[in-house]
């Protein structure tokens, strides 16, 4: 059976949110105790580097709704497509964060009530970081990544090497943000393992949603001025101009 092309988009943002929710939060989730903050950060960053490479032709690999608006607000995709991969981002990080939440179960003595890889702040953080402090850190850490997205995958940009740095920029701000409130800069990723963790998880979510779009924002708006849109491509290997890469739509 033929698929077309927005199918296959949706279909890849949806898996590629569940791949990261599951890998990425259930690194912490599944094994925090044994590869501490550093093995976090990484196992992060690498989902995010495979899964740009593996997806990001087909959709662009965004699978985090803060990335998301930052395209639509420079312009790279319309305002559907960027509803339809929230809506792709959202559940495939539910259905991640329930993968997951099936595997901890098996799992004697793990707890997956409270924490369960979420964020939070005050006696949730791991230095008791405050709402203000949680909520800056993750415009900061939102508007950092988000950024790096967009400036690799502007049209200046060096072709071929796009996954790296956005790979790397994910580790970076979560070896900065873990131990202030779990790092989220993805509403997406947030959302999937707070609706199972209950309580707290619930009532401070709103931060992770609100404050990662922001910094998001923030980043489209300072990436249009840093990176004019008329500047011409960069080609640095064989592929061709016009071969989808991570970060814009196929």
Request: charged share 10%; proline share 6%.
């Amino acid at each position: 059976m033929e698929t077309t092309t927005e199918t296959r988009t949706l279909v890849t943002e949806f898996l590629g949110t569940l791949l990261l929710v599951l890998f990425a939060v259930g690194s912490a989730v599944l094994a925090g105790e044994y590869i501490g903050t550093f093995g976090i950060a990484l196992a992060f960053g690498f989902t995010m580097l495979a899964l740009a490479y593996a997806l990001g032709p087909i959709s662009g690999c965004h699978i985090n709704p803060a990335v998301t608006l930052g395209m639509l607000l420079a312009h790279r995709i319309t305002l559907r497509a960027a509803i339809e991969y929230w809506i792709a981002q959202v559940v495939g990080g539910i259905v991640g964060a329930a993968v997951l939440f099936l595997i901890a179960k098996q799992v004697p003595g793990l707890a997956t009530d409270g924490a369960f890889g979420t964020n939070g702040w005050g006696d949730r953080s791991a230095v008791n970081i405050n709402l203000g402090g949680a909520f800056v850190a993750e415009i900061v850490m939102t508007f950092v990544f988000v950024f790096v997205v967009l400036a690799v995958t502007h049209k200046v940009a060096v072709i071929g090497f796009d996954g790296l740095p956005i790979g790397l920029a994910l580790a970076t701000v979560h070896l900065f943000g873990i131990p202030l409130d779990g790092t989220s800069v993805n509403p997406a990723r947030s959302i999937g393992p707070a609706l199972f963790a209950g309580g707290a998880a619930i009532t401070q979510l709103w931060l992770f949603i609100v404050a990662p779009l922001i910094g998001g924002a923030l980043a489209a708006v300072v990436h249009q001025i840093t990176h004019p849109p008329l500047e011409p491509r960069v080609v640095a290997d064989k592929a061709s101009p016009d071969e989808p890469k991570p970060g814009a739509r196929a």
